[in-house]
């Protein structure tokens, strides 16, 4: 079936400079996206969402892009800090009815932040 | 207010041997739902439920069986565990809200490591 995937699996930034997550999806029915956080031995934490009909949503030091012409995503983090090393997910799902909570994750990139 | 809560955070079994992963929230969430989590296969939905009393399969349900008959609790019962089975497992919960374009927020517990031998 489709899947959702990530370029890079691996991202090693300082202190302080921008970070830029990537994914790419391959099913074009996806109309939501969604980016997990996860720490060691914890469990995903939501970070960012956006829908199909957006290009772009900013939240708190975090940017979310999306580009439906090459099924691409994006999380972009300001200042990154060394609290933000972790793993990040995008995840998607098709939308409505029967696929309601039906998330598709990505293999996950990790992000290392040296001070 | 403690969220997700999933019980036992480790566990070893034999294989053939039976148990129940245990998966709480006081959010009054309709929604709940189990994934479990490989190295280098992201999350992979097993089971959800939408309410009390319904429950449908996920991505990978064969060997994993569930029940709803709380809005608050959704178990995990594995009746044969397999070292296939070997994994994280994340019990997740969200409200209905958002439902018609499939849009729902997670919430995670903190997982539950079990290991079968």
């Known amino acids: 079936g489709e899947s959702v995937g990530l370029h890079l699996p691996t991202l090693s930034v300082q202190e302080g400079d921008n970070s830029i997550i990537n994914c790419a999806y391959s099913?074009?029915?996806?109309?939501?996206f969604i980016w997990y956080k996860q720490e060691s031995g914890k469990g995903p934490q939501f970070i960012i969402d956006?829908?199909?009909?957006?290009d772009k949503r900013q939240g708190q030091r975090v940017t979310v892009l999306l580009n439906k012409t090459v099924k691409h995503l994006s999380l972009q983090i300001a200042a990154t800090q060394p609290g933000d090393s972790a793993v990040y997910f995008c995840?998607?799902?098709?939308?409505?009815?029967?696929?309601?909570?039906?998330?598709?994750f990505g293999q996950g990139t990790i992000l290392t932040v040296h001070p | 207010n403690a969220g997700v809560t999933q019980t036992p955070k480790f566990q070893v079994l034999k294989t053939g041997q039976s148990m129940t992963l245990q998966c709480a929230q006081d959010?009054?969430?309709?929604?709940m739902s189990w994934y479990r989590q490989d190295p280098g296969m992201g999350l992979r939905l097993i089971h959800y439920?939408?309410?009390?009393?319904?429950?449908d399969q996920g991505e990978v349900p064969n060997g994993y069986n569930v029940s709803r008959s709380t809005t608050e609790d959704f178990p995990l019962r594995l009746l044969s565990a397999a070292p296939s089975q070997t994994s994280v497992y994340f019990c997740?919960?969200?409200?209905?809200?958002?439902?018609?374009?499939?849009?729902?927020?997670?919430?995670f517990g903190a997982g539950s490591r079990l290991t079968v031998l």
């Open positions: 439920s939408v309410g009390a009393g319904i429950t």
């Open positions: 995840a998607e799902n098709r939308g409505g009815g029967t696929s309601y909570g039906k998330l598709t």
């Open positions: 956006i829908r199909s009909n957006m």
């Open positions: 099913n074009s029915a996806s109309d939501y």
């Open positions: 997740a919960s969200s409200r209905l809200q958002g439902r018609a374009t499939g849009a729902n927020v997670l919430t």
């Open positions: 959010m009054n969430h309709e929604y």
